[in-house]
């Protein structure tokens, strides 16, 4: 008697099988990818707030340390203080606001959030006592997000003894 052959298990997969992964795989996207998009802008926001307030509190320590002023201020090119208001293109911790050479730390620009100075500063001075003088500053960073709470807004304000902190502002319309 002669042996068969054994017959091989099929391998692949079914088209109603693939319609059905398919399908769960289209039902868990739709239902998670929204809340991932919240997420991703809520980090985004905590990482351009905590990068300013980082910046302040080594340009505060700098001076400090050094016994010299420190100027942080909006920059466009990375090098210079480009003397506007555009802080959300970008700014530098420097000894110099007109000397490249005197860059401590630069950050690019932190789009989405869109950072507004409360008052008409062109830059925040860190006097060698720590201090920064003049009033308070509020820097805004607004979620450029049309469905953006109140409570995606952040606010670091810098009092005129030169510490800044953090704020969660308050309000339907923080950056109105």
């Known amino acids: 008697m002669v042996a068969k052959p054994a017959r091989r ?14 399908s769960i795989v289209a039902v868990l996207l739709t239902i998670g990818v929204p809340p991932m998009a919240d997420l991703i802008a809520r980090n985004r ?3 351009s707030v905590n990068g300013l307030l980082a910046h302040l509190q080594l340009a505060r320590s700098e001076a400090v340390k050094r016994g010299v002023r420190v100027f942080v201020c909006p920059s466009h090119d990375g090098l210079t203080c480009t003397g506007g208001y555009s802080w959300h293109q970008g700014y530098l911790v420097t000894l110099d606001p007109d000397d490249p050479d005197g860059v401590l730390r630069r950050s690019n620009g932190t789009n989405p959030a869109a950072i507004q100075v409360t008052t008409n500063r ?9 201090t920064s003088g003049g009033s308070n500053l509020t820097f ?16 670091v304000i810098v009092s005129n003894v030169g ?14």
């Open 9 to 22: 298990a099929l391998q692949g997969v079914t088209l109603i099988e693939l319609l059905v992964t398919l």
């Open 140 to 155: 805004r960073f607004c979620d450029q997000r049309a469905q953006a709470a109140a409570s995606d807004h952040r606010r």
């Open 163 to 176: 510490r800044p902190r953090t704020q969660v502002p308050t309000g339907t319309n923080p950056c109105a």
């Open 45 to 47: 926001m905590a990482t």
């Open 122 to 130: 062109l830059r925040v001075t860190y006097q060698p006592d720590g």
